[in-house]
C-alpha cells in the first residue's frame, strides 16, 4: 500500500514541477521586467517633465512617485502569478489599512510633507537651506526624505516631516544678501579717517553692489573698542568671497593708514591702603 502511495507520488513530481516550477520561474520574469519597466518609466517621466521646463524639484518628485506605481504593481502580478489571490490580498490590506496607516504614520507624514514641499516650494534642488537643525544644498527631494549635501561634502538624510515641521531658512531665495561685518578700531582713532578707509574699500570692490547702497557707521562704543557697523549688499553666490576679500582688504587698509584695531583690554588701577 505505501509503496503504491510513494509511487503514486514520484508519478505526479514532474507534473507538479512543471506547474509550479513554471510559475515560479514566469513570476521571476515578470518581477525583473517590472523592476525595468519601473525604471524605464522613472526616465520617461523625468525626460517629459524636463522638456516641459518643469522645475527640477517636481520632476524629481513626481519621477519617484511612477516608479513607485509600477514597483507596486509588479509585486501584486508577482504575487498573482504564484498563485496567491491578489484580490483577496487588496481586500486583506483594506482590512488592515488603518492599523498599518497608525503603525506607518511617521512614514505616511514623510509623504505628506513631501508633497507640501512640492506644491509650495520653499526650496528647491541646488538651493542651499537651512532645516531641521541641519544645512546644505538641496540635492534631491524623495517621496519619504530630502536628501542634503553639506560644504565638506556629507550627504545627510532628513525626513520630510522633519523639514517642514521646523523653521526652513532658503539663503538661495534672494538674488542678494546683505554681508554684515563688525570692524573694532581703538578709542584713539579718528572717527572720519576710519569711515573714509572703509567706504573706500567697499566703492572699489568687485563684489559689492551699487543698490541697494551700503551702510557704514559707528555701532557701539565697547569696552575695548569702538565697533563700526560695514553693511554692503552682494550677489547670493558672491557672498563668502565678499565675505573672505573685504575682511582681508580693511585689515590691510587700516593698518597702511595706522588705525589700531584694539586687542580686549582691560585697565587694572591698585588702590594702595595706608598701614595703621
Known sequence: MEMEIYKNLLEEVPDLILTYGLKIIFAIIIFFVGKFLSGVVKNITTKLLVKRKADETVVSFVANIAWSLVFVFTIVATLGQVGVQTASLVAVIGAAG????????????????????????????????????????????????????????????????????????????????????????????????????????????????????????????????????????????DYWPAHYELLEQIKTALDEAGIVIPYPQMDLHVKEVPAR
Open 98 to 237: 488603518l492599523a498599518v496607516g497608525l503603525a506607518l504614520q511617521g512614514s505616511l507624514s514623510n509623504f505628506a510633507a513631501g508633497v507640501l514641499m512640492v506644491v509650495l516650494r520653499p526650496c528647491r534642488i541646488g538651493d542651499y537651506v537651512e532645516a531641521a537643525g541641519i544645512a546644505g544644498k538641496v540635492s534631491e527631494i524623495t517621496i519619504f526624505s530630502t536628501k542634503l549635501l553639506t560644504p565638506d561634502n556629507k550627504l545627510i538624510t532628513a525626513p520630510n516631516s522633519a523639514m517642514m515641521n521646523g523653521t526652513i531658512i532658503n539663503y538661495s531665495a534672494m538674488k542678494t544678501r546683505r554681508l554684515d561685518l563688525v570692524i573694532g578700531v581703538s578709542y584713539e582713532s579718528n572717527l572720519a579717517e576710519t569711515k573714509k578707509v572703509l567706504t573706500s574699500i567697499l566703492d572699489n570692490s568687485q563684489y559689492v553692489l551699487d543698490s541697494p547702497s551700503y551702510t557704514v557707521g559707528v555701532s557701539q562704543l565697547a569696552d575695548s573698542s569702538i565697533n563700526f557697523v560695514v553693511r554692503p549688499w552682494v550677489k547670493g553666490t
